[in-house]
């Protein structure tokens, strides 16, 4: 068993190095955009593509699977983003799954770093197949904050990208239609309670030019975020690859307290951003596969204070199914 999985690994070897070598240049564009691996928001239910469950219909793949997936982003001022998320989904009853995860991160930077548990997301997602190749998936979900969003470096608050937890109690739902090789989604997420108790503004670290650069959060109240997209799957045997178009739109500003008390709107928080994304998976066998997804910024918004902007975002995702129908 482990000489065949090392000789499957050295088959690989050639395609994942081509898939690293092309995603390393996309993600060396020096653009931000807001980013989903913090908020949870892009990878949900029924907003998570689910290449080879959702194009095939293979109900194989419908049933319990557990992913672990490391994360590597680069944020706001160069902030460098270590996620390490165990994942686990289980089907309750035919077509209904229960997904929860909880991410592990480390973050650091020119001010300072942190590291812990990050927020607990969790949905129950129902999909209906109307043929082999055409589906609808519908999720309820929700985001649990870990964290109210207050680390200090040396007794002065970190701004939000220093944050392992956006402080806010979410409610998010989505839907995703299937057609072949084709998948279009979209969702919405709220804020249902703000627990965000961040102190960051730049006078509060005199003389540290650095501090300056980043965006001001102190005592922040998120928007809430449409998601909308858009993606093209490729089946080549065993190795599957996608390609798409994710854009979140904030509609309505986030606020901040200033330093003399008062609750301000922050110009150019609202809008778009629009992201390209793409993924490659290798299934070993049904119990087994081992993917790569990554994404870069095309378009931006003006002022993101949330922490969650990204310059590029890589993951790795190994999955294992277990109590597969014979």
């Known amino acids: 068993m482990l000489f065949t999985f090392i000789k499957k690994l050295f088959e690989m070897k050639k395609i994942l190095g081509s898939i690293l070598l092309i995603s390393s240049v996309f993600l060396c564009n020096k653009s931000n955009a807001q980013g989903c691996s913090d908020a949870g928001f892009c990878t949900i239910g029924a907003l998570n593509p689910q290449i080879i469950a959702d194009t095939l219909g293979d109900e194989r793949y419908l049933k319990n699977n557990f992913h672990l997936s490391p994360t590597f982003a ?3 001022q160069g902030v460098s983003i270590w996620q390490y998320t165990p994942e686990v989904n289980l089907t309750l ?28 997301s969790t949905a129950l997602t129902y999909t209906h197949y109307f043929k082999k190749t055409t589906s609808l998936a519908v999720t309820l979900g929700s985001k649990i904050p870990t964290h109210n969003a207050s680390t200090c470096e040396n007794g002065r608050p970190l701004p939000m990208p220093y944050q392992r937890s956006l402080g806010t109690y979410d409610g998010i739902i989505g839907v995703k239609f299937m057609y072949k090789t084709w998948n279009f989604s979209a969702g919405y997420q709220t804020v249902l309670a703000n627990k965000n108790e961040n102190g960051f503004l730049s006078s509060r670290w005199t003389g540290d030019e650095d501090a300056g650069n980043y965006f001001v959060s102190n005592k922040l109240d998120r928007g809430d975020d449409v998601l909308l997209r858009a993606e093209k799957l490729f089946i080549l045997k065993k190795l599957n690859l996608s390609a798409g178009l994710l854009s979140i739109y904030r509609i309505n500003k986030d606020k901040y307290t200033n330093p003399a008390g008062v609750e301000e709107e922050i110009a150019g928080s609202d809008g778009i951003t629009l992201n390209i994304t793409g993924s490659a998976t290798y299934v070993f066998e049904p119990k087994q596969s081992f993917g790569l997804n990554f994404g870069f910024p095309v378009v931006v918004r003006d002022f993101r204070s949330d922490g969650l902007t990204r310059s590029m975002v890589i993951s790795l995702v190994y999955q294992i199914n277990f109590n597969l129908k014979k």
């Open 93 to 120: 009853i035919k077509g209904l799954m229960w997904q929860a995860k909880m991410p592990y991160m480390y973050v650091y930077g020119n001010l300072g770093s942190n590291y812990g548990i990050g927020d607990v």
């Open 74 to 76: 680069l944020g706001e």
